[in-house]
Each structure stands twice: as C-alpha cells, then as structure tokens.
Nanobody
Framework: QLQLVESGGGLVQPGGSLRLSCVAS????????MSWVRQAPGKELEWIAD????????YYEDPVKDRFIISRDNAKNTLYLQMNNVKPEDTAMYFC?????RGQGTQVTVSS
C-alpha cells in the first residue's frame, strides 16, 4: 500500500534554507510523477511543484519559482524540496503527493 513519509521541516529564519524529504514505499516510485503541496493555516491546499518520473521536467508555482527546487532520487525512492530564501508566507504544512494521495506532512515555520 502506498506510503509517503515527509521529514525535514522545522523553524527557520526569513532568508534561510531548509530541505524537505519524502520517502515513498508501496509502489514503483520511478514510474510516477510527484508533487509537493502545502497548506497554510486557514487556507486551502496549494500545489507548489511537480517533477516527472525521471526528474527531467520540473514545474513550479510562481510564488516559489526561483527559490525552491524539487528533485528526486529514484534509487532511494525519495523526493526532495530544497527551500531557499524562505519567507514568512512560506509557513505551512508541506506534503509530498502522488496524485490525490499525500503523506502526513511536515511543518515549516518561517519566523525570526
């Protein structure tokens, strides 16, 4: 059965960096495109980045473009999100997703 386990969240100062990881199991990871989505307090779920099966093509929502980098290691069944120059508005629960399926999330709080 599909399982997605995120980690790497925490408290970070504005302008800082953080790397999120998501370990996948229960399916052939290399056969699926993957996404990162986030949900800020009181707001709807927001898609932020996609990556194709091979990691060749990536797509970003405008607010994170040029600051966040999505990547994957198919040998390790792991999806990553490198977050650079973070802003207070990046504060949210971050989830990795395969289609409509998501993990339990990891909390990112950006505050001084």
């Amino acid at each position: 059965q599909l399982q997605l386990v995120e980690s790497g969240g925490g408290l970070v100062q504005p302008g800082g960096s953080l790397r999120l990881s998501c370990v996948a199991s229960g399916f052939t990871f290399a056969s699926y495109g993957m996404s990162w989505v986030r949900q800020a307090p009181g707001k709807e779920l927001e898609w932020i980045a996609d990556i194709d099966q091979a990691g060749t093509n990536v797509y970003y929502e405008d607010p994170v473009k040029d600051r966040f980098i999505i990547s994957r290691d198919n040998a390790k069944n792991t999806l990553y999100l490198q977050m650079n120059n973070v802003k207070p508005e990046d504060t949210a629960m971050y989830f990795c997703a395969r289609g409509q399926s998501r993990g339990q999330g990891t909390q990112v709080t950006v505050s001084s």
